[in-house]
Nanobody
Framework: VQLQASGGGLVQPGSSLRLSCAAS????????IGWFRQTPGKEREAVSC????????YYADSAKGRFTISRDNAKNTVYLQMNSMNAEDTAVYYC????????????????????????WGQGTQVTVSS
């Protein structure tokens, strides 16, 4: 039973990358999914989330207009499409799952209130550099 983030890599500024968050051993159908990122010496940042139905999404200001979160429950996978990337996007990206309606809270409050507690995946490194 695990959650695994993948799809990271080294890209140039202005490029795009799609991260995947895949579940094995359990179904993501009933889970809100959040994407987070962290760089050494900095606090973990909430980037985006999507509700279990896919009907509610949230984006941090740093991600608005550039990132898109989506889910394909048939593939048991959530995606984070990142466009127009810049050096500030360099981080280890993690996905997390929770059966509570966390994303509704984030969307309502306009900020990441409440944490994802149920499952966390290992991260994937994203480096944006010329």
């Amino acid at each position: 039973v695990q959650l695994q983030a993948s799809g990271g890599g080294l890209v140039q500024p202005g490029s795009s990358l799609r991260l995947s968050c895949a579940a094995s051993g359990f179904t993501l159908d009933y889970y809100d999914i959040g994407w987070f990122r962290q760089t050494p010496g900095k606090e973990r940042e909430a980037v985006s989330c999507i509700s279990s139905s896919g009907g509610v999404t949230y984006y941090a200001d740093s991600a608005k207009g550039r990132f898109t979160i989506s889910r394909d429950n048939a593939k048991n996978t959530v995606y984070l499409q990142m466009n127009s990337m810049n050096a500030e996007d360099t981080a280890v990206y993690y996905c997390a799952a929770d059966t509570r309606e966390i994303c509704d809270l984030w969307s309502t409050w306009g900020r990441p209130v409440g944490g994802f507690n149920d499952r966390w995946g290992q991260g994937t490194q994203v480096t944006v550099s010329s």
